[in-house]
């Protein structure tokens, strides 16, 4: 094939042999789309037929039929950067390390992120306002952390809790503490 090519290549007129580099690869990525596309409908027929002979679920044909496209369609998006030059070693090689960066990442920033969720639960859902007192319980008996609410912030609930002595301390309690405990409130 590549000594075909070479053949019509040497045989061309100079304007258009400067353009068969590009012309080649371009066709070849069309193709490719092409073929995608196709076997995506083929697929799309297939299974039509095996949810009305089997009397399969609307929802498992749909879930079915997106898995394959998927899948066809990043096949074909990886045939054709081959066929355009670019080395597969080297898109798999930044896909794992793109991934490990964004885990390591996520993971650094669960904790931050899952208070910022919370604050944003607490002002929509009015779990508790400014002033009034709550009370965090261990469990549905036990007495836990309890005060008047001063501040809600992204990352924190300032409590102003009263000890058994009479003195004032403020507490500064996760958002995602209120979440994971019963909470007792007082207006």
């Given at each position: 094939?590549?000594?075909l090519l070479q053949a019509i290549h040497e045989?061309?007129?100079?304007?258009?042999?400067d353009w068969f580099d590009i012309l080649v690869p371009a066709i070849e990525v069309v193709l490719i789309a092409a073929g995608a596309w196709l076997a995506v409908r083929?697929?799309?027929?297939?299974?039509?037929?095996?949810?009305?002979?089997?009397?399969?679920p609307g929802k498992?044909?749909?879930?079915?039929?997106?898995?394959?496209?998927?899948?066809?369609?990043?096949?074909?998006?990886?045939?054709a950067l081959e066929r355009m030059g670019v080395s597969?070693?080297?898109l798999w090689t930044a896909f794992t390390g793109f991934a490990t960066v964004g885990a390591v990442a996520f993971f650094a920033a669960w904790s931050v992120l899952s208070n910022l969720f919370c604050a944003l639960l607490i002002y929509v859902t009015g779990a508790f306002r400014i002033g009034d007192v709550v009370e965090l319980l261990e469990n549905g008996?036990?007495?836990?952390?309890?005060?008047?609410?001063?501040?809600?912030n992204l990352v924190y609930t300032t409590l102003l809790e009263t000890t058994v002595e009479g003195q004032e301390v403020v507490l500064q309690l996760p958002n995602s503490l209120?979440?994971?405990?019963?909470?007792?409130?007082w207006k």
């Open positions: 094939m590549n000594k045989s061309l007129p100079q304007w258009l042999a083929i697929a799309r027929r297939l299974l039509r037929k095996l949810t009305n002979t089997y009397s399969l498992v044909a749909a879930l079915s039929l997106r898995v394959v496209a998927t899948i066809v369609y990043v096949a074909a998006t990886l045939w597969g070693t080297v008996e036990k007495p836990g952390i309890k005060g008047r609410v001063l501040d809600v209120v979440f994971q405990r019963v909470l007792r409130r």
